[in-house]
């Protein structure tokens, strides 16, 4: 469907008003919502991942092709859930306490949108027990933390701590990212996963799950 394909350049593009259009139109013609979203949607942000690793594509157009596809998705996520269809997981995510950046949050948290993940955005300095009180109320899956300066990344092992303290682990795995974070820390805090940039997460997010 030519309309359709038009779609998934409009997301690589990061064309939100095209994206958004193209799925009103292809929504009142009768297309499965489910169709749009792994036929369509999906793809685009994989290959914008793809370009990204190839250095095609840079933070820039990263977020701008996010933003396209979050738009076309917010028409498509209520109709997937009134019918019942599941997300991949759904994920707890937010920039620890003390922490107000959220640039790489937010992106984060858009691929995996894209990618079919149930995002709870948090926002900036989330305190430990905010994590886990909501990762316990919304059967969360996966926490996953940022964090920009190197004064706040003790919170995220008060979280794992907090985590661990309240019965949810092992059952939600936790991932951790931002720029002073290593796979040392990572490894050090007891996280059960690590990436330094948002395309990372998404294949962490699916590698943890099916651990």
């Not at 009134?82 to 994920?91: L, T, Y």
């Not at 951790?176 to 050090?188: D, I, K, L, N």
Request: hydrophobic fraction near 50%.
């Amino acid at each position: 469907m030519e309309s359709l394909d038009r779609l998934r350049d409009a997301i690589l593009n990061g064309d939100a008003d095209t994206a958004r259009t193209l799925t009103e139109q292809a929504l009142a013609a009768g297309v499965d919502p489910l169709t749009l979203v792994n036929q369509y949607m999906i793809p685009a942000m994989a290959e914008t991942g793809r370009r990204f690793e190839c250095n095609e594509f840079f933070v820039p157009e990263l977020l701008i092709a996010a933003r396209a596809m979050k738009a076309a998705l917010s028409l498509v996520r209520p109709l997937l859930a009134a019918s019942g269809v599941p997300p991949v997981a759904r994920v707890v995510l937010g920039t620890v306490r003390g922490d107000l950046h959220d640039i790489g949050k937010n992106l984060v948290g858009a691929m995996l949108e894209g990618n079919g993940f149930e995002v709870i955005d948090l926002g900036v300095n989330v305190p430990p027990e905010r994590f886990v009180e909501t990762a316990r109320e919304k059967g969360a899956k996966i926490v996953a933390m940022s964090a920009l300066l190197t004064t706040t990344m003790p919170a995220m092992r008060t979280t794992i701590e907090l985590l661990q303290a309240s019965g949810l682990r092992p059952a939600v795995k936790v991932l951790v990212g931002g720029a002073p974070v290593t796979p040392r820390f990572a490894s050090e805090i007891g996280a059960d996963g690590y990436s330094d940039n948002a395309v990372g997460a998404v294949a962490e997010a699916r590698r943890v799950l099916a651990a």
